[in-house]
């Protein structure tokens, strides 16, 4: 009986203590809805000091650009009172800010239901309206390459009356990227993110701005950031992962050209400058690189078009210029090669290696403009001597003026030229001055020039060619009498 009378008590006792408990809480929830919905309460019972309050607290979270909250509580306002048009025509201002146009539209229209005729809400709305419709023609634009256009609605209407409108801001970084303002896309994306720090777009895009200065750490940064907010995001892990790749190409490349292995170099080279043909900063160092590789391959003519890639990148590149002016100098166009290399040298003067390479290519083309007594001669400049002389006696006989009476003048000519390359070629000493570029061409010719047919006084040469003439002619030319004489 005493065990069944303890039993019914604890019961008892238990069920007052729920019941406490419960009145507590109904309460405490109670007190806490008063507190919260009082300015609302307040404004909806005509009480104008707390309605100015909460419309404070709105436009002090518009100041520091917390919508949101803004859009809260002015939600919560219209719930408590349907007929505030104050909170109508705020919440209709935010919505246009943040250009969330429908739904600002809608509210504008509330409010004119209560307030018709209000001028303020009838020109927002046609500002609104204006913003709309730039918004939607800067997209169209920037689909269709205009992008100085697009940025001036984006610039000189959206965000005019829609300041907070983040479509139109992540549409203007975009615009800025389109158009290589990469710093000016960094500085908006900068803004976007001091807001949203976890913006993934922005991230992505001013990761790119980055990119395209080729200044790929912080790029870099920024997308592995964007990946630990969401790793599977496809923009961010193909903007990742292509940066990678470019440089561990970049740097297989330079590997390869300091262990020697210069032809998988400009394979690399050239894997590396296609995988993003617009990214100049990086590319302009890509080229140059192949052309320096293949001026050390000889490759002159691909090497004058790397080089000329680097230049018309960054027109001031001056080792970009003194390559280039190396690979004329293969390809053999000698005031070309003089022209960029003594631009190198202007502007840096006291580079002795841009001055040796310029002294060369002026000697090349000095040597140019000067007979090629090889090419006359038919001989390559490695010729022995003994090739040298078949070649002189088969020419003279060929081009003797005796032998050529229908066209003696051109003979002559010929005839004077040709004995002019062997009184180079044939003397070791000559042959040897001429090869190193020296100005011998009018040496041992009696000043006045080589003339084997006369013409009064002077010298007297004699070319004697043992056996006479191959060709039947015996002891030489009549008048020879077993050699081959010129009187001049």
Not at 107 to 120: A, D, I
Not at 148 to 163: G, M, Y
Not at 372 to 389: F, M, N, P, Q, R
Not at 424 to 449: A, F, H, Q, T, V
Request: aromatic content about 10%.
């Amino acid at each position: 009986m005493l065990k069944s009378f303890s039993l019914s008590w604890a019961f008892n006792s238990l069920a007052w203590r729920g019941l406490v408990y419960a009145f507590f809480i109904l309460n405490f929830v109670l007190v806490c809805q008063l507190l919260l919905l009082q300015p609302l309460v307040s404004a909806v019972d005509g009480k104008q000091g707390n309605a100015a309050e909460l419309f404070e607290r709105v436009s002090q979270s518009i100041k520091v650009k917390r919508y949101s909250e803004a859009l809260n509580d002015l939600n919560s306002a219209i719930e408590a009172d349907p007929a505030l048009s104050e909170a109508y025509i705020r919440q209709a201002s935010v919505l246009r800010q943040l250009c969330r146009y429908k739904e600002s539209e809608k509210s504008y229209k509330k409010f004119l239901e209560l307030k018709p005729g209000n001028s303020v809400a009838e020109k927002e709305l046609s500002q609104l309206h204006q913003a709309q419709s730039a918004l939607e023609t800067a997209f169209s634009l920037f689909d269709s390459g205009d992008y100085t256009k697009a940025l001036e609605f984006v610039d000189k209407v959206v965000l005019v009356f829609s300041p907070a409108c983040s479509k139109a801001k992540l549409l203007k970084v975009k615009l800025l990227l389109a158009a290589k303002d990469y710093s000016s896309a960094i500085s908006e994306t900068g803004y976007i993110l001091k807001e949203d720090e976890n913006n993934l777009e922005a991230l992505l895009l001013r990761g790119r701005s980055y990119y395209y200065l080729a200044d790929h750490d912080v790029a870099q940064r920024h997308y592995q950031k964007g990946l630990r907010l969401d790793p599977e995001h496809s923009e961010l892990k193909k903007a990742y992962f292509g940066l990678k790749n470019l440089l561990k190409k970049t740097k297989s490349a330079e590997d390869n050209v300091n262990k020697g292995k210069l032809r998988l170099a400009v394979e690399d080279y050239k894997a590396a400058l296609a995988l993003d043909p617009n990214h100049l900063a990086h590319n302009v160092h890509l080229h140059l690189g192949l052309c320096k590789v293949l001026v050390k391959l000889g490759r002159g003519k691909d090497a004058l078009n790397s080089c000329s890639e680097a230049l018309n990148i960054d027109e001031e590149l001056l080792e970009a210029l003194v390559q280039r002016g190396e690979a004329k100098l293969l390809t053999e166009d000698w005031e070309g090669a003089v022209e960029d290399l003594k631009s190198a040298a202007q502007k840096s003067p006291q580079d002795m290696n841009i001055r040796e390479a310029l002294m060369r290519a002026e000697k090349a083309l000095k040597m140019s403009k000067r007979k090629d007594w090889y090419k006359i001669l038919g001989v390559s400049a490695t010729a022995s001597v003994a090739e040298i002389k078949r070649a002189y006696k088969k020419l003279a006989l060929q081009w003797h003026p005796d032998k050529n009476v229908d066209n003696r003048e051109e003979a002559e000519a010929k005839f004077r030229e040709i004995a002019a390359a062997y009184e180079i070629l044939g003397d070791e000493e000559k042959r040897s001055r001429y090869d190193r570029g020296e100005d011998i061409e009018d040496m041992g010719m009696g000043g006045g020039g080589f003339n084997p047919f006369g013409g009064g006084g002077g010298q007297h040469f004699t070319f004697t060619f043992e056996g006479g003439f191959p060709g039947g002619f015996g002891g030489g030319f009549p008048g020879g009498g077993g050699g081959f004489g010129f009187n001049f």
